[in-house]
C-alpha cells in the first residue's frame, strides 16, 4: 500500500510540476522519507527529478532556450556535485531539517523576490546556476528559487517550462552520478526512483494540456500552500523519528 501511494503521489506530482514548473520533488519528498528514511529519499527523488525534467524536456522540446540551459548548466551541475557530496556527510536528523525549514522559508522570500520586476541576463543565469545548483545538491528541490531566476529572463509558459527542466537535469544528473560514485545509489535505490519518476513523467504529458489555462494567482497559492505542508512534515518527521 505504501509503495501505491509512492505512485499516486507521483502522478499528481508530476501533473502539478508539468504545469507551473516545480512542485513534485516538493510533494512527493515527504512520502518517500516516510516510506524509506531521508538518507535513501534523497537519491530516490534525484533519480526520480531526472526523468521528470527529460519528460517536460521531450514535452516542449522546440521552445527550450539553449542558451540560457548552458548559461545556468555551467556553473550549476559541478556545484550541484559539491552540494550532493555534502548531503553525504550530513546525519539524517540534520537533512529532514534543513529540507523543512528551507521549503518554509521558501515561502515569503518568494514574495520578497516577486515584488521587484527584475530583469536577468545570461551571467545572471551563470550565478544563480552556482549558488543553486550547490542547494539542489544538500535540499530536495529548489524549485521556488529556479522559477523566478527563468521568469526573469523573460521566458513564460511552454519555453521557460522547458528551459527550467534543461536546466534542471544537469544539475540533477550530476548529484545522481555523485550519490552513484559515493555508494548511495545501490541498485535497490535506483530502482525506486525510477519507478517514481515513471509516475512524474506521466504527470507531466496529462498536465500540458493545461499549462495555457492556469492562472498565475493560482500557481502562487498552490506553490505556496505545498511549499509549507511539505516543509511541516519534513519537520515533523525529525522531531518524531
Given at each position: ?6 505512485l499516486?503521489v ?8 508539468g504545469?507551473v ?7 512527493l ?8 528514511g ?11 527529478a ?9 514535452a ?5 532556450d539553449?542558451r540560457?540551459c ?12 559539491l ?7 550530513l546525519p539524517s ?7 523543512g525549514?528551507?521549503l518554509i522559508?521558501?515561502?515569503?522570500l518568494?514574495h520578497v ?5 527584475l530583469k536577468a541576463?545570461l551571467?545572471h543565469l ?8 550547490f542547494?539542489?545538491g544538500?535540499v530536495?528541490s529548489?524549485?521556488p ?12 509558459k ?5 528551459t527550467?527542466a534543461a536546466?534542471s537535469?544537469g544539475?540533477y544528473v550530476s548529484?545522481?552520478i555523485t550519490?552513484?560514485?559515493f555508494g548511495?545509489l545501490?541498485?535497490?535505490i ?6 517514481a519518476g ?7 504529458f496529462?498536465?500540458k494540456r493545461f499549462?495555457l489555462?492556469m492562472?498565475?494567482d493560482?500557481?502562487r497559492?498552490v506553490?505556496?500552500?505545498i511549499?509549507l ?5 519534513m519537520l515533523?518527521?525529525a522531531?518524531?523519528?
Open positions: 500500500m505504501g509503495f501505491l501511494f509512492v499516486a507521483g502522478l499528481v506530482a508530476g501533473t502539478l510540476s504545469i514548473g516545480t512542485g513534485s520533488s516538493i510533494m519528498m515527504p512520502v518517500l522519507v516516510y516510506e524509506y531521508p538518507k535513501e529519499a534523497v537519491p530516490i527523488m534525484a533519480v526520480a531526472v526523468m521528470a525534467n527529460l519528460s517536460r524536456i521531450l516542449w522540446w522546440r521552445e527550450v539553449w540560457a548552458a548559461a545556468y548548466s555551467v556553473t550549476g551541475i559541478p556545484a550541484a556535485a552540494g550532493a557530496r555534502t548531503l553525504l556527510v536528523h540534520t537533512v529532514d531539517i534543513t529540507i525549514l528551507f522559508a521558501m515561502v515569503p518568494r523576490l516577486a515584488r521587484y520586476h541576463n551571467w551563470a550565478l544563480g546556476g552556482a549558488v543553486i545548483g542547494l539542489t544538500i530536495v529548489t524549485g528559487l529556479s522559477v523566478p531566476l527563468f521568469l526573469f529572463y523573460g521566458l513564460s511552454g519555453a521557460f517550462l522547458a527550467e536546466s537535469l544539475l548529484k545522481s550519490f552513484q560514485r548511495a545501490t541498485p535497490d535506483l530502482l525506486k526512483g525510477l519507478i515513471g509516475s512524474l513523467m506521466a504527470g507531466a496529462v498536465a499549462v489555462h492562472k498565475p493560482v500557481f497559492v506553490m505556496d500552500g511549499m505542508a511539505a516543509g511541516l512534515s515533523w518527521n522531531t518524531h523519528s
